[in-house]
């Protein structure tokens, strides 16, 4: 059968041609991907790109794996202004010789949009990673009924050596008894060293370790230089954020941990940042050498009914300055939330 009676000039079928592989492609970027089986996750990591999901790595279980969060592989283009006046206050405080480096990782629970300056250098934690054992703490109560209100007599080696910490700390003292939730809201809430080292004789090491394979961060890389721990602020913030969504912890145990950090007695830092009654939960974490000084902080901070994730990490060649640098951080931060409508 003929469709056709006269032949159709090249010219025609070649323009023909061309303008069906325009139309095509142009359906297929602003088509709705999800129609055909297609998602935009599927396809970045078809090409080779980092997936967008973070799920718990755990040995515990053999047919689920559990999902702690989504995450977005770009940053979000409507905090392109706050990232250039973040960058610029940085970068001013370098010069000023207030600081030497830092950080800035910002992230919504709404919709997972997310920000970050140098997000993925690394530092030293200092008493950040105080939270993984008390992730691990909540993991053995699941396991144990009554262990958070284990009952404990505090004795100290005689050559316990810990970390000089400088800012003022609460601290458990020897021969007192003390439950596991006493000692993780002397160690949460106060950052008191000697509280964590107890949690350390009564939390599996091996449970710890597996806190940071769980939520996808590795175990901690540690710097030729020193042997210690590094992390950076895009990394670390996912304790956080597992806390929030209650995906590591059961939501009681969550709501907990939350709580503690809710009555963080540190308040040189974010806390000074924000306006007061702020609702925060936060942690903070320092370190030096006594050549160079680092001073970070983590928190989620409540502006209305929104929750916004912020970490920040700095250094420099004092410690005197680095909680005022966290301080003018979080208030720009907080300052550019509030204002969006």
Same mark, same amino acid.
Not at 83 to 95: F, R
Not at 226 to 244: F, N, Q
Not at 303 to 328: C, F, H, N
């Given at each position: 059968m003929?469709? *056709?009676?006269?032949q159709?000039?090249v010219h025609?079928?070649?323009l023909?041609?061309? +303008?069906?592989i325009v139309t095509?492609?142009? *359906? ?7 129609? *055909? #089986?297609?998602?935009?996750a599927?396809?970045?990591t078809?090409?080779g790109?980092?997936?967008l ?7 515990e279980?053999e047919y689920?794996?559990p999902?702690?969060f ?8 409507q905090y392109?202004?706050l ?8 970068d001013?405080?370098k010069?000023?010789?207030q600081?030497?480096?830092g950080?800035?990782? +910002? ?7 997310w ?6 250098v690394?530092y030293h934690p #200092? ?10 703490? *909540?993991?053995e109560a699941?396991?144990?009924p009554?262990f958070?209100?284990?009952s404990i ?6 050559d +316990?050596?810990?970390?000089v ?5 609460e601290?458990i003292?020897?021969?007192?008894t003390y439950?596991?939730?006493?000692l993780?809201k ?11 080292w107890?949690?350390?004789q +009564?939390v599996?090491?091996k449970?710890?370790d ?11 890389q540690?710097?030729?230089?020193d042997?210690?721990?590094?992390v ?7 304790m ?5 969504n ?12 939350m ?11 974010m806390?000074?940042g924000?306006p007061?009654?702020?609702?925060l939960v ?6 030096d ?5 680092e001073?970070h ?5 409540y502006?209305?009914?929104?929750p ?6 700095t ?7 680095l909680? #005022?640098?966290?301080?003018a951080?979080?208030?720009s931060?907080?300052?550019?939330l509030?204002?969006?409508p």
């Amino acid at each position: 059968m003929k469709f *056709f009676k006269q032949q159709i000039p090249v010219h025609i079928a070649l323009l023909t041609f061309f +303008l069906g592989i325009v139309t095509t492609a142009l *359906f297929f970027k602003t088509s709705n991907w999800g129609k *055909f #089986g297609i998602t935009p996750a599927a396809k970045s990591t078809r090409q080779g790109k980092k997936p967008l999901s973070a799920r718990m790595e755990s040995s515990e279980f053999e047919y689920i794996k559990p999902l702690l969060f989504i995450d977005r592989e770009k940053e979000a283009d409507q905090y392109r202004k706050l990232e250039s006046s973040l960058t610029e206050l940085i970068d001013d405080m370098k010069q000023s010789g207030q600081i030497t480096g830092g950080s800035v990782y +910002l992230r919504e629970f709404d919709r997972g949009n997310w920000m970050g300056i140098n997000e993925d250098v690394l530092y030293h934690p #200092g008493s950040l990673f105080k939270v993984t054992i008390m992730l691990a703490a *909540f993991h053995e109560a699941e396991k144990k009924p009554g262990f958070l209100d284990q009952s404990i007599r505090v004795e100290f080696p005689g050559d +316990l050596q810990l970390p000089v910490q400088n800012f003022h700390v609460e601290h458990i003292k020897e021969g007192e008894t003390y439950t596991v939730r006493d000692l993780l809201k002397y160690a949460i809430s106060h950052s008191d060293n000697y509280a964590y080292w107890q949690l350390t004789q +009564l939390v599996n090491p091996k449970s710890i370790d597996q806190v940071y394979l769980d939520l996808g961060m590795g175990l901690p890389q540690r710097g030729q230089d020193d042997g210690r721990v590094r992390v950076c602020a895009r990394e670390y913030s996912k304790m956080l954020i597992a806390l929030y969504n209650s995906t590591y912890a059961r939501p009681v145990h969550s709501e907990l941990g939350m709580r503690l950090m809710a009555d963080c007695t540190f308040h040189e830092g974010m806390t000074a940042g924000l306006p007061d009654g702020t609702k925060l939960v936060h942690k903070y974490g320092e370190w030096d050498d006594t050549k160079n000084f680092e001073l970070h902080e983590s928190g989620i901070i409540y502006i209305g009914d929104k929750p916004y994730l912020l970490t920040i990490m700095t250094k420099g060649e004092s410690r005197d300055p680095l909680p #005022g640098a966290v301080a003018a951080l979080t208030k720009s931060v907080y300052k550019s939330l509030s204002e969006r409508p």
